[in-house]
T-cell receptor, first 114, second 113 residues
């Protein structure tokens, strides 16, 4: 079974630039998550999709972050404009919709904003 | 507000001995708890979970204990192996959104020969 695919693996941008990350979840997984993991901290949920609908985006900084999952499969997360404090690993994860199933994570995209 | 806390940032254990990783939570509505393991440059991988209706769950060398009254859970690894060296995250969810995981800050475990 193929895992969660993310690209790119690494990205370095200057502050105020924009950046986009891509995620392809495990086939058949209706729930998709984007997490932000800042160095030394645990992953923090940014947004959760069920199919192509948003379930939770309460911690997404909507003035600069946006995410979409148009066809209920792939997803993109965009930051525009980036700030220095956005430097983090951005993790995509997916899970089945049944209750209390574990999430499967991709390798993440390490973003450095300089 | 850190609802899931792992107060030990690191732990060093000799191979063959027991590793005990601890996790505390503040939200009494949490009813499902998971442990994830993370190697460098990889995403977290699921290790073991426990529902609040249980106080213990075992899977091979890994056992998770839940003390609801103390809002505390622990992960025991016996015997510890060098390949267990990784960062371990505790996570919790509530019935209001069973898919939303709240993660702790992680504990880096190092198992030395």
């Amino acid at each position: 079974e193929a895992g969660v695919a993310q690209s790119p693996r690494y990205k370095i941008i200057e502050k105020r630039q924009s950046v986009a990350f891509w995620c392809n979840p495990i086939s058949g997984h209706a729930t998709l998550y984007w997490y932000q993991q800042i160095l030394g901290q645990g992953p923090k949920l940014l947004i959760q999709f069920q199919n192509n609908g948003v379930v939770d985006d309460s911690q997404l900084p909507k003035d600069r972050f946006s995410a979409e999952r148009l066809k209920g499969v792939d997803s993109t997360l965009k930051i525009q404009p980036a700030k220095l404090e956005d430097s983090a690993v951005y993790l995509c994860a997916s899970s089945l919709t049944t209750m209390n199933t574990e999430a499967f994570f991709g390798q993440g995209t390490r973003l450095t904003v300089v | 507000d850190q609802q899931v806390k792992q107060n030990s940032p690191s732990l060093s254990v000799q191979e063959g001995r027991i590793s005990i990783l601890n996790c505390d939570y503040t939200n009494s509505m949490f009813d499902y708890f998971l442990w994830y393991k993370k190697y460098p440059a990889e995403g977290p991988t699921f290790l073991i979970s426990i529902s609040s209706i249980k106080d213990k769950n075992e899977d091979g060398r890994f056992t998770v204990f839940l003390n609801k009254s103390a809002k505390h859970l622990s992960l025991h690894i016996v015997p510890s192996q060098p390949g267990d060296s990784a960062v371990y995250f505790c996570a919790a969810s509530s019935p209001y959104n069973t898919d939303k995981l709240i993660f702790g800050t992680g504990t880096r475990l190092q198992v030395f020969p």
